[in-house]
Nanobody
Framework: QVQLVESGGGLVQPGGSLRLSCAAS????????MRWYRQAPGKERELVAH????????TYADSVKGRFTISRDNAKRMLYLQMNSLKPADTAVYYC???????WGQGTLVTVSS
């Protein structure tokens, strides 16, 4: 079955960086567009970044544009989110997901605080 396992979250100071990873299994990863979402405390889940199946196209939420970079390694079945210049407003649980299928992993918590 579809499995998505996110990792790499943690506590970081404002201005710091983190790299999130998502290990995917149970579906043809190289043919699937993928996304990162996040859900902050008390808020709805929001789309953060999208990447096409070949990795050549990506889009970002305005709130993270220029600071976050989504990437993938199809050979390793891995999705990544490089997060730089982190802000307290980036504090959330981050999830990866296929763009076309609503199956969620357990998420990884990112806390940005001094």
């Amino acid at each position: 079955q579809v499995q998505l396992v996110e990792s790499g979250g943690g506590l970081v100071q404002p201005g710091g960086s983190l790299r999130l990873s998502c290990a995917a299994s149970g579906f043809p990863f190289s043919g699937a567009a993928m996304r990162w979402y996040r859900q902050a405390p008390g808020k709805e889940r929001e789309l953060v970044a999208h990447i096409g199946s070949d990795g050549d196209s990506s889009t970002y939420a305005d709130s993270v544009k220029g600071r976050f970079t989504i990437s993938r390694d199809n050979a390793k079945r891995m999705l990544y989110l490089q997060m730089n210049s982190l802000k307290p407003a980036d504090t959330a649980v981050y999830y990866c997901r296929r763009a076309a299928v609503e199956v969620w992993g357990q998420g990884t918590l990112v806390t940005v605080s001094s």
